[in-house]
């Protein structure tokens, strides 16, 4: 008998840790060696926020994830601007980061000008699942 309650309760729990997100969508600079990435990440499914990183990878040479500011359950967009060699602006909402696959690193970035540089695409929902949409797509 304990064996089939083991696995009701397993049963029962399926749909709970379904309901959790956990996605990684990249903006390929340069193929696949070459990207900055969004993480989210949600521990539990009751969980109002979700944990965000940003990775930045340049193969062999960067690979770092660094947490940014949480999300809600929805994702805000993210849009991805140029910002000079190696380097790219990221906007959501109000926060700006700065993510330089040159030095392996993302910081925040206390902005609150235009763009700096030309759009390159925005990480949204495309089909209800996490994409990179390249600017004019």
């Known amino acids: 008998m304990p064996k089939l309650l083991s696995r009701l309760l397993l049963l ?13 969508t990249a903006f390929m600079v340069e ?14 499914f009751w969980s109002e926020e979700i ?15 660094v947490g940014i500011h ?4 929805e994702l805000a967009e993210v849009d991805v601007y140029e910002a000079g060699d ?4 990221l906007r959501q909402g109000q926060h700006w980061y700065l993510a330089s696959t040159e030095r392996c690193l993302v910081q925040d970035w206390a902005h609150d000008g235009p763009p700096p540089g030309a759009l390159v695409g925005t990480f949204r929902l495309r089909d209800g699942k996490p994409a990179f949409v390249p600017a004019g797509g």
Do not use: F, K, T
């Open 12 to 24: 029962a729990a399926i749909p709970l840790l379904v309901a959790c997100e956990n996605s990684a």
């Open 31 to 44: 193929g696949s060696q070459h990207a900055v990435i969004l993480v989210r990440e949600q521990a539990y």
């Open 51 to 65: 944990d965000q990183a940003v990775v930045v990878s340049r193969l062999p040479h960067c690979q770092r994830r």
């Open 70 to 73: 949480p999300g809600g359950v």
């Open 86 to 89: 190696l380097l790219w602006a």
